[in-house]
């Protein structure tokens, strides 16, 4: 679907559209202060470190953004205070692409950041 597009591109815009106008993206958004601009980085930043690949039907950078258990891996990682606990770009790649594969079950991204279901 956005394999090759890039932010900026009216395809590119309406799939962002598509990710807020979702409910629970919409919600999380909100109450987690992401703004448009933020999918739009993220998407970037996934693709050059190796995510804009398929995996069981999903693209990887865009299905990223669209699914709040992927969003909130990867902005909760980003804005941990402890730049330890920070997930590198390339291992987040890896995480993601294990998930869409399905070597991580749902809930397991919460799971890995410590968060009891």
Same mark, same amino acid.
């Given at each position: 679907? +956005?394999? *090759?597009? =890039?932010? *900026?591109?009216?395809?590119?815009?309406?799939?962002?559209?598509?990710?807020? =106008?979702?409910?629970?993206?919409?919600?999380?958004?909100?109450?987690?202060? #992401?703004?448009?601009?933020?999918?739009?980085?993220?998407?970037?930043?996934? +693709?050059?470190? *190796?995510? *804009?690949?398929?995996?069981?039907?999903?693209?990887?950078?865009? =299905? =990223?953004?669209?699914? #709040?258990?992927? +969003?909130?891996?990867?902005?909760?990682?980003?804005?941990?205070?402890?730049?330890?606990?920070? #997930?590198?770009?390339?291992?987040?790649?890896?995480?993601?692409?294990?998930?869409?594969?399905?070597?991580?079950?749902?809930?397991?991204?919460?799971?890995?950041?410590?968060?009891?279901?």
């Amino acid at each position: 679907m +956005l394999n *090759g597009i =890039s932010a *900026g591109d009216e395809e590119f815009d309406n799939y962002i559209e598509f990710c807020v =106008s979702d409910k629970q993206v919409k919600y999380f958004m909100e109450h987690s202060n #992401v703004c448009r601009s933020d999918l739009e980085g993220i998407y970037k930043r996934l +693709l050059v470190n *190796g995510a *804009g690949q398929w995996a069981k039907g999903h693209f990887v950078a865009a =299905s =990223s953004i669209t699914y #709040v258990e992927t +969003l909130t891996f990867i902005i909760a990682s980003d804005r941990n205070e402890n730049p330890e606990d920070q #997930v590198p770009a390339l291992e987040m790649t890896a995480i993601l692409m294990d998930y869409w594969n399905g070597k991580i079950p749902i809930g397991g991204l919460y799971r890995m950041l410590g968060w009891d279901l």
